[in-house]
């Protein structure tokens, strides 16, 4: 299960705050409410610190939101190994 919470601020950038495991559905899940987002003006900010795993699909979802200039952070050493090309 993976918990998504959203927090926009004053300065035009959208936090959204994950929690559990980004794995199969939840990977769909996580690129609609991104896709919401990168749709506006707005800057994407993906904070990783609860984050536990993250399957081959959701690897190449955050990479795929790097390259779109959303901001990973509070990566654990875990997920940050896994990000790694």
């Known amino acids: 299960m993976l918990k998504i919470d959203s927090i926009a ?3 035009g950038t959208v936090t959204l705050t994950l929690e559990g495991r980004l794995i199969g559905p939840w ?9 919401r987002t990168l749709d506006t003006p707005a800057s994407l900010t993906l904070d990783l610190g ?3 795993f993250v399957d ?15 901001r ?7 997920v940050a190994e896994q990000l790694k090309p």
């Open 9 to 11: 601020t004053g300065s």
């Open 27 to 35: 990977v769909d899940e996580l690129r609609m409410a991104c896709k």
């Open 50 to 52: 609860a984050v536990a």
């Open 56 to 70: 081959h699909d959701g690897v190449e979802l955050l990479r795929s939101l790097a390259e779109q200039h959303a």
């Open 72 to 78: 990973l952070t509070n990566c654990s050493p875990f």
